[in-house]
């Protein structure tokens, strides 16, 4: 079956400090994982993707993750977050040709000053 | 360049009712998919829709249901309403294995 688990459901850090938002997942096949975020009320916002290739994919917003088969993690990192950074991050593994996704429960992160 | 739109933002329903939520791709996406979100939960996979064919379904009864339009636009119908059914139901439309998110139709069945 294929599922997303993201263990922490909130996290507080402190501006400028550094960030990892931790993703397992489980597929069967070869994985296709995304990064997403949500602000309050909004929709999902595509921070970064992995499909093959080199596993440290850079995004937007200076966010990068890495994926690592061995350990099927695919963890979200910033080196120093902004207060703009508070918002729920989404782990999510999908399959070839626009498959659905399945998405983890999220981790809501808040920033302090 | 729009990206995925959807109408309208809010609605409030009351129980047994039925209700119709619309959504127009990102340009030159062919793919739409439908999630819905209770609070505090992920996106839930509703359905995906492709040459105006249901190609996949998750595990939602039949009261939800769908179309695509030729022009790949899309419309999910929710029929007899239940509370649980408050949610925000999101579109997704892709051209290849990314899906790009609209804003969301926030649900509120009384």
């Known amino acids: 079956a294929q599922s997303v688990t993201q263990p922490d459901i909130h996290i507080t850090v402190s501006e400028g400090a550094s960030l990892e938002l931790r993703c397992n997942y489980s597929y069967g096949a070869t994985p296709y994982l995304f990064w997403y975020v949500q602000s309050p009320g909004q929709g999902l916002q595509l921070l970064l993707k992995?499909?093959?290739?080199?596993?440290l994919v850079q995004g937007i917003k200076g966010f990068e993750a890495e994926f690592k088969r061995s350990q099927s993690s695919f963890n979200l990192r910033k080196p120093s977050v902004h207060w703009s950074d508070a918002a729920e991050y989404f782990c999510a593994v999908g399959g070839r040709g626009a498959q659905k996704l399945v998405f983890g429960q999220g981790t809501r992160l808040t920033i302090n000053p | 360049d729009a990206g995925v739109t959807q109408s309208p933002t809010h609605l409030i329903k009351t129980r047994g009712q039925q209700v119709t939520l619309r959504c127009s791709p990102k340009?030159?996406?062919?793919?739409v998919s439908w999630y819905q979100q209770a609070l505090g939960q992920g996106p839930q996979f509703i359905f995906q829709y492709y040459e105006e064919e249901e190609r996949q379904r998750g595990n939602f009864p039949d009261r939800f249901s769908g179309h695509q339009f030729p022009n790949y636009s899309s419309e999910l119908n929710v029929n007899a309403l239940l509370l649980g059914d408050s949610a925000l139901y999101l579109c997704?439309?892709?051209?290849?294995?990314?899906?790009?998110f609209g804003p969301g139709t926030r649900l509120l069945v009384l």
């Open positions: 997704a439309s892709g051209a290849q294995e990314t899906q790009y």
């Open positions: 340009s030159g996406h062919d793919t």
């Open positions: 992995y499909f093959s290739g080199d596993t």
